[in-house]
């Protein structure tokens, strides 16, 4: 499985930003996909996840109402749309993919990274 994840840059606070992960090698569809961000010095950290059908997501409360976890199957690809960026939102995102099919926050549940994207929110 390969991941690669886009869209990441400099942006002020208030802005947006939408990133974007492509998958391969096995059948995207089936799977549960995720995204988490690692700020400098920090543990890297659940944002939101979607399962296989995209019907059912969930956020960390840290951006939730803020940001949107979407897919589309026919293109083996999931998004972030990130809307009201913070400074605090300055991180590597990371994409990933887990094993089963339903909605997973904790990393351990995710077996396939993507390399990371940089988003940087200037105040």
């Known amino acids: 499985v390969q991941l690669q994840a886009s869209g990441g840059g400099l942006v002020q606070a208030g802005g947006s930003l939408r990133l974007s992960c492509a998958a391969s090698?096995?059948?995207?569809?089936?799977?549960?996909m995720g995204w988490f961000r690692q700020a400098p010095g920090k543990e890297r950290e659940f944002i939101a996840t979607i399962n296989w059908s995209g019907r059912s997501t969930d956020y960390a409360d840290s951006v939730k109402g803020r940001f949107t976890i979407s897919r589309d199957n026919a293109k083996a690809t999931v998004y972030l749309q990130m809307n009201s960026l913070k400074p605090e939102d300055t991180a590597v995102y990371y994409c990933?993919?887990?094993?089963?099919?339903?909605?997973?926050?904790?990393?351990?549940?995710?077996?396939?990274w993507g390399q990371g994207t940089q988003v940087t929110v200037s105040s």
């Open positions: 990933a993919q887990g094993d089963r099919s339903l909605m997973v926050t904790s990393s351990k549940d995710y077996h396939y």
């Open positions: 090698g096995r059948t995207f569809s089936n799977y549960v």
